[in-house]
Structure formats: structure tokens, C-alpha cells
């Protein structure tokens, strides 16, 4: 019998679906407009050249090809390639690849306001918030499962948790995204993970259930 999905993990797959509906409602709706100008209007308060600096060094860890490199790093070594190569890089290419869909269906235009990198894509949702929410999350979930000491569960899991919206909150300090772009990437980062795990576990079960249905007749 295939076991039924727990109501955490419903609850972890529903909410950031029904909080993304929510937010493309706000922007069709044009009501998300105050939100984003103060947003960025809060995030480029303190505005310098170094802090201008240190934005774009931190933006450049989410690039597209630090996240290629990252992935092949984790697929060519023998210890971590199914572990956490494997899982990592299906969930990246399934980020990335809804990222991209999305954006061809929203056509979301960039902010019209200083942009201190050049992008030249659509706007929404943000692939850097989301393929990098992708990465961190799973980081998590293999943290959470295979390390056992809990100091250095924490430890590791702090880095996890502050740099997706670390990365997210450079995209619109730097001009490049709305905050709505950036909280969209984010949920839709977090979810693809989860969904992943869970549809690799349902074909091990179903797998299993088979296996064992056929050992059952041949017995019979």
C-alpha cells in the first residue's frame, strides 16, 4: 500500500502555491504597486558604493554558472553524487525550467528605476531568488537528514536559512526585480524541492509495492 502524504508536507506543498496565487492576484490587480515602492524605497536607504559593492559580489553567488559549477562539483565526486548531487541538480533544472515558463507567461517588464546590473529577461517571478531558493532548501532537507550532530546541524543550517533572501534582497536593492518578483521566487524555490523529494519517494514506493506484489505471486 502506498503511504499517504502527511499533512506537514501538504501543508508545506499547498501553502506556497496558494501564497504565489495570492501574489500574481496583487500584481494583475495593481495593488502591489505601494508595497514594491516602499520596498525598495527601504532597501536603498543606506545606499554607498561599498554597500553598492558588496550587494553585487553577493548577487553574483546566485549567478547561473556558480550554480552549473556547483552542481557538476557535486555530480563528479563519487561520495556525494547520489546523495546530494543527484537530488540537487534534478531540483535546479526543474527551478530553472518553471522559472523560465513562468516568466514567458507573466512578461513581467523590469523596474524602470536605477539598475546597477544589467538583466535583460522578464521580471517575474526572480530566477535568482528562485533557483537559489531551490538550492538552499534542498541543502537543508539533506542537512536535516544526514548529519547527526546537532551543533553542526545548526550551524550549517543558518547558512541555509539567511541566503536565500539575502541573494532575494540584492535583486532589489541593485534595481533589477520588485519585491513581489523576489517573494515569488522564493516560495516557488522552496516548493520545488519538496515536491521533488516527494515524487522520487512515491516512485520508490510504488516501485517497492510492485517488487513486492510480484515476489507474492511467484510464491503463490
Avoid at 506537514?8 to 504597486?33: D, H, M, R, Y
Avoid at 531568488?129 to 532548501?137: E, F, G, Q
Avoid at 546537532?150 to 541593485?174: D, E, G, Q, S
Avoid at 526585480?177 to 519517494?201: A, N
Wanted: charged share 20%.
Amino acid at each position: 500500500m502506498i503511504k499517504k502524504i502527511s499533512k506537514t508536507k501538504i501543508l508545506l506543498i499547498f501553502v506556497p502555491i496558494i501564497l504565489f496565487i495570492f501574489l500574481v492576484i496583487a500584481i494583475e490587480a495593481g495593488i502591489s504597486v505601494n508595497f514594491e515602492t516602499w520596498a525598495y524605497n527601504e532597501s536603498i536607504e543606506h545606499m554607498s558604493d561599498f554597500l553598492t559593492n558588496v550587494m553585487k559580489v553577493i548577487t553574483k553567488l546566485g549567478d547561473p554558472i556558480l550554480v552549473v559549477i556547483l552542481c557538476f562539483s557535486l555530480l563528479f565526486f563519487k561520495k556525494t553524487r547520489i546523495k546530494v548531487g543527484l537530488p540537487l541538480s534534478i531540483s535546479v533544472i526543474a527551478s530553472e525550467t518553471l522559472n523560465l515558463i513562468l516568466k514567458e507567461i507573466f512578461a513581467r517588464q523590469r523596474p524602470t528605476i536605477l539598475q546597477l546590473v544589467n538583466e535583460s529577461s522578464y521580471s517575474f517571478p526572480s530566477g535568482h531568488a528562485m533557483v537559489n531558493a531551490t538550492i538552499y532548501t534542498m541543502f537543508g532537507i539533506l542537512i536535516l537528514k544526514y548529519i547527526k550532530d546537532k551543533k553542526l546541524k545548526i550551524l550549517l543550517l543558518i547558512p541555509c536559512i539567511v541566503m536565500p533572501f539575502l541573494i532575494a534582497f540584492t535583486r532589489v536593492y541593485l534595481g533589477v526585480h520588485y519585491i513581489t518578483d523576489v517573494m515569488g521566487g522564493l516560495l516557488l524555490g522552496f516548493l520545488v524541492p519538496i515536491v521533488m523529494l516527494e515524487i522520487v519517494k512515491l516512485k520508490n514506493r510504488v516501485k517497492k509495492d510492485k517488487n513486492k506484489n510480484n515476489n507474492e505471486i511467484k510464491k503463490n
